[in-house]
């Protein structure tokens, strides 16, 4: 069972940066495919960011672009979202989600695993 546990989250202001890590209880890390999700209330989960397996490839959503950075570090079973400039649209639950394959997915429904989130509440 694959178990996927955030932190990082918090109030910053408009402007502010924070760093997301999600770290993996999964034997060989770098069989997944990984991505941050987040979900505003009374909207739709909506894709942000993901990386492959080696990290060499990322796809991020336009309106995070420039901003937002993913990255991960296998050794430490750990994927990472800096967030820098934010803004208060960013404000919402942000999720890790983890696929035992390899490639680069935007899809939420290709993501078997997801973790419990975390809350990112960006003040004007």
């Known amino acids: 069972q694959v178990q996927l546990v955030e932190s990082g989250g918090g109030s910053v202001q408009a402007g502010g940066s924070l760093r997301l890590s999600c770290s993996a209880s999964?034997?060989?890390?770098?069989?997944?495919?990984m991505g941050w999700f987040r979900q505003a209330p009374g909207k739709a989960r909506e894709f942000v960011a993901a990386i492959s397996w080696s990290g060499g490839s990322t796809e991020y959503a336009d309106s995070v672009k420039g901003r937002f950075t993913i990255s991960r570090d296998n050794a430490k079973n750990t994927v990472y979202l800096q967030m820098n400039s934010l803004k208060p649209e960013d404000t919402a639950v942000y999720y890790c989600a983890a696929d035992y394959r390899k490639g680069i997915f935007s899809k939420s429904y290709v993501y078997d695993y997801w973790g419990q989130g975390t809350q990112v509440t960006v003040s004007s």
């Open positions: 999964v034997r060989t890390f770098s069989n997944y495919a």
